[in-house]
């Protein structure tokens, strides 16, 4: 059974920032892929970024530059920095743990979320 539990949300002015963290625990499997996504209210849930086990990040245009993802491998715990947060970056923000076996079976395991409020 694999677990992710998410923490670090918060209520921070725009301009401020957030460490949001995401401990895997379980039977978790290499390489895997580690992504952040967030659902505002109303909206569809969108990816923000993701990191692979190697490294490799893939961010969304809209918080190049100010969102930073990396990861402790020895813990399974990835971390998202979030600086120059805007209103609209308000949302529940979720971490899911990928990884591909076998044929291509894919695994995806999804924590409960973190909510981050941004005040203007």
């Known amino acids: 059974q694999v677990q992710l539990v998410e923490s670090g949300g918060g209520l921070v002015q725009a301009g401020g920032s957030l460490r949001l963290s995401c401990a895997a625990s379980?039977?978790?499997?290499?390489?895997?892929?580690m992504t952040w996504y967030r659902q505002a209210p109303g909206k569809q849930r969108e990816l923000v970024v993701s990191?692979?086990?190697?490294?490799?990040?893939d961010y969304a245009d809209s918080v190049k530059g100010r969102f930073t993802i990396f990861r402790d491998n020895t813990k399974n715990t990835v971390y998202l920095q979030m600086n120059s947060l805007k209103p609209e970056d308000t949302a529940v923000y979720y971490c899911?743990?990928?990884?591909?076996?076998?044929?291509?079976?894919?695994?995806?395991?999804w924590g409960q979320g973190t909510q981050v409020t941004v005040s203007s």
């Open positions: 899911k743990l990928r990884w591909t076996r076998g044929w291509g079976t894919m695994y995806n395991y």
């Open positions: 990191i692979a086990s190697g490294g490799n990040t």
């Open positions: 379980g039977d978790i499997f290499s390489p895997n892929v």
